[in-house]
């Protein structure tokens, strides 16, 4: 099969219902002794999966019929969750680097004691901040918030982030300035009750395929428009897809600003009544009109106008981003333009309405409000004496243990290595190797480490295999805690089997590190994942992100998952709520901010000798980032190529004469790798998009990120393509 047709019969195989056993897992057809529901334990749409159990151990799963997000469906993903937990390569007891180089097994205890010994050596020789941790947005809110208090509180460490920062971090930023605190305002019913669906940078039908399936369900017919540089699946089933010149989002929302402004179509009550800053955004707009910026942007005037008129006549506007967004140099100011489309035309707070930031990751919003790096735990400040205070009294801890200052963001601890400043690194549940951006210049400064342990499921990710000490991590399903989805409802995954061999959960690593550190005292009532989200609930008191009123796992599960906030003020016991339907904001005015800033040229600009503009993103719905899980089953395999590839227009390949399924040299300014050449009219000429699920990919990509969030801007860089003989 060429490629071409792999992906051709991708699109008709992304969704399966239940009814749809084609996709099981091993051991199966056995008859269950219970049944329980879990979140899934991929992306960030939260879908419910019920988990058949036999004699104690999982042995199939089918889509939770009656849960609020996924209505009985699942993709295959989420129907194939099981299988990565059976697989051989599993990590199953800890490894030390020994002398001639190779990492051997040894005891949990002799792993503890090098942990500790290593690290407390590291921080005497170079400093406290001198060990830093990298982690993720895929274990449960309980196990995150341990990580982020046992390294900042007992540990003594400063600086610590997440793989977050490559996903999400533009999205906390831009609401915080716009809307006061870091709160995405939908609810998953909104998908069905808009009338006017607009996906910008969103490649839904492949990243989050049963969000996809909500829009599907919309009884408004409605518009649904796409604002992509390439004919993604999305777009192709969209009523009006933008074919934008890369990263040039940021003029084109300000032209439909603008459109909207000069044809009246803004709702003037909304904007005084619950906004500041429209006056100087108006001004501001002169210089963006659609006709000074159709040539770069790439579309015309006529069309800029009809999008803004698309939008002024619907009712219900709701407008979503994801990574053709955030993962840009101009990130920020790109998502609050789109958060001042909502603003001004009142688009917010009503069914169908919103600017909605889709997450990726299954608990990429726990880690938001709890993994204690760059914001202190329950979304509270470092820099806030009262806030260290209040966090302290409920954690019955010294304040003086929690630092004034947050962490660096993941690139600042990359070259904190370069610099010498960092020593130590710890990294769980997150492939640095092969997601981070510039992947060679990570590969290159692990040799200035002086110790690097890796957390994982497996031994031989790309990031385990250079590390010094790897800790065999239980996962998703071996597991409690909770997740919080995209539309921020919180749900519980439980444990339906057990760790393979020795391999133990965070929580229990995180436990045990405590105690081998010498800091266990600090969370002696930390006793169990549930104890530790209670305590976690009394960390929200009196935050917009308020959950004081969820007593436990139990409730949570009775009642479908539940968004936060949930306390004695929360209005409805609705299982579908959004935020601002009272047109009240997060600021201390109660109002959203307009914030806007002159666009900024590309970092890396094509020119003469790379003349091809580099996309990257997902691949296919079956595979999952770095493919440590997902390439594991045999089924998911059927469905995706299996040799990296690129995707080009078939007129550029004819005029280099690369032909389809051709093995190509790809080069950029960083590294030259072999892939294949995919032809397809998905990208425009001048484009190539390449997935992020093989490893070569990020050996090309280009070091720039977000000023203000520090988001790698992964969706350009300048390359140039070679025939090979
Ligand atoms: N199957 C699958 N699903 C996943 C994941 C996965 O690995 N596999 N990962 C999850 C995670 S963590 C995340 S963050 C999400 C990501 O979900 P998405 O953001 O939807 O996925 P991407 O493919 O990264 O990027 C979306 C689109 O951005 C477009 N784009 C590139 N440059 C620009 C630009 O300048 N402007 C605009 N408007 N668009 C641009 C790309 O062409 C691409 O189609 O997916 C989640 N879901
Ligand atoms: N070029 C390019 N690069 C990108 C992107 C892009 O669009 N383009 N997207 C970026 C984005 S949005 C993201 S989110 C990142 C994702 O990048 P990564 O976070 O590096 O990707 P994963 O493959 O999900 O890595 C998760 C790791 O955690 C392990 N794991 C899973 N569950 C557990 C657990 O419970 N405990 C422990 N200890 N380990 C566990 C898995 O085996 C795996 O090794 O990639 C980023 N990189
Ligand atoms: S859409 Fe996301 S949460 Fe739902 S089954 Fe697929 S991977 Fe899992
Ligand atoms: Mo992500």
Redesign the pocket.
Known sequence: MTLHEKKGKLSSELILRPGHFGLGIVPKKKKPDRTTNMICG???TGCSLKVHIKNGEAVNLTPTSKYPVNLGMA?P?GWEALTPLYSEDRATQPLLINKSGELAPISWHKALSEFTQNFKAVQRKHGMESVAFIST?QIPTEEMAYLGALAKFGMGLTHGDGNTR???ATSVVAYKESFGFDSPPYTYQDFEESDTVVL?????C????IMWQRVMRNKNNPEIIV????R?E?AMASTQHYA??????LKFLYAIAHALIEKNWIDPEFIKNSTVGFQEFKAFLKNYSPESVSHDCGITVKNIYHLAKTIHKGKNVSLW????????YEGVRTAQAIINLALMTGNIGRPGTGANS????CN?MGSRLFSNTTSLLGGHSFENPEHRKKVASILEIDPSLIPHKPSWPYHKIIEGIESGKIKGLWILATNTAHSWIHQNQFTDLRKKLDFLVVQDMYPNTETARIADLVLPAAGWGEKEGTFINSERRIACIKQVKKAPGQALSDFRIFKLISEYWGCSELFKKWKSPEDTFKILTQLTKDQPCDITSIKDYKQIDSLGGIQWPYNKNTPHDDPQRRLFEDGKFFHSDQKAKFIFEKPKPLAEAIINNFPFQM???????????TQTR?SKSEILKKLYPKDVYFEINPEDAKKLEIKNNEWVEVNSKRATIKARAFYTYIVKSGQI?MP??YPHVNKLTHPSYDPYSHQPS???CAVNLRKIN
Do not use: E
């Open positions: 991929f992306c960030s993709c993903k947005g490559q996903c999400m910008i940078g969103s490649n839904l492949i990243a989050h395929p604002v992509d540089p390439r993604t999305t934008i010149t890369p990263k040039s989002d981003w994801t990574m053709g967004v955030n993962q840009s889709i997450t990726g990751q990429a996309l990257t993103g997902r691949g296919t719905s079956s595979q999952w980032h997902t998009f992020m699920h992964y969706k350009a």
